[in-house]
């Protein structure tokens, strides 16, 4: 057996419990399914930030003393922050499955690290682009 193969096999602990390999770990799905949980946070927060600080009942246009696009730009860098680190923990689970032997806990380990590398950009981008809309449109402005 070779030895980078010996040593993925003792981290992931493929040969008796679930380990790292295990489609079961929370690395694996939160390297999956965080970036479209942040994308869809941050489109649920953008929309009632700016729903609540334009309601008629608020006189300043902010929320707890704070002005809407510092909310926006906020709620953009957290969410921007846990989507890299989403992709950062699919990277890394992706490189230590590789040296295993194909059996079906790692095949499923490797198709969800895949599909965490492979949403990276996208999901990442449509998060940045939320810094955009406060730079642009003008706050509480009236539909037509």
């Known amino acids: 057996m070779d030895d980078a193969v010996a040593k993925a096999r003792a981290r992931t602990g493929q040969a008796g419990a679930p380990g790292r390999a295990s489609p079961r770990r929370f690395a694996l799905g939160f390297g999956a399914l965080g970036r479209p949980l942040g994308w869809a946070t941050h489109l649920v927060l953008g929309d009632l930030v700016f729903e609540l600080g334009c309601s008629p009942g608020v006189g300043d246009h902010a929320l707890f003393g704070v002005g809407l696009e510092v909310w926006s730009w906020l709620q953009t860098g957290v969410l921007a ?9 699919a990277w890394r689970a992706l490189r230590l499955l590789r040296p295993l032997e194909p059996s079906t806990a790692v095949l499923r380990a490797r198709a969800m690290a895949v599909a965490g590398v492979g ?3 996208l999901y990442l981008a449509i998060i940045l682009y939320g810094v955009l809309p406060p730079l642009v449109l003008h706050r509480c402005s009236p539909s037509l």
């Open 81 to 89: 922050t846990v989507t890299t680190l989403a992709g950062i923990l």
């Open 119 to 121: 949403s990276a950009c």
